[in-house]
Every structure is written in structure tokens, then in C-alpha cells.
């Protein structure tokens, strides 16, 4: 994992951090929660969802998995 990413790894991030960091586009990602495989996404006060470090392992299984 690059350095960046290991930063970004140790904290919450917003949906646009994900995306950048991913490079995945909201509708991939809202989508594959949607179908389960992201799970236990949090919402901040504003409803807006807030990933943690076992949602961004989620997404790098994913990623992985699809390259396959």
C-alpha cells in the first residue's frame, strides 16, 4: 500500500476521499453497497456516509478481485 494510502487508512473518510483514492466513481461504490459488499458504512449528522479502515479493505478485496 503506498504511503498515502496508509494514511488515508488510519482514518474516516467521505465518500469523494474513496473515490479519489480508488478512482471508482460514487455510483460504483454506492452500488456495491447496495449489493452487500461493502458493509457497515457509517453516516455522519448529515446522513453523508463516513468509511473506516474495514470499509477500505472491503474495496481493495473488491478491486482485487475483479483484476482477477
Not at 59 to 65: A, D
Request: proline letters at 1%; charged letters at 35%; one cysteine or more.
Amino acid at each position: 500500500m503506498p504511503g498515502t494510502m496508509k494514511k488515508m487508512a488510519s482514518k474516516k473518510l467521505k465518500t469523494k476521499e474513496i473515490c479519489e483514492l480508488f478512482d471508482i466513481s460514487k455510483a460504483t461504490l454506492f452500488r456495491w453497497e447496495s449489493r452487500g459488499l461493502i458493509t457497515g458504512v457509517e453516516r455522519d449528522w448529515r446522513g453523508w456516509r463516513i468509511y473506516h479502515q474495514g470499509n477500505i479493505k472491503e474495496i481493495e478485496r473488491i478491486i482485487k478481485n475483479k483484476v482477477r
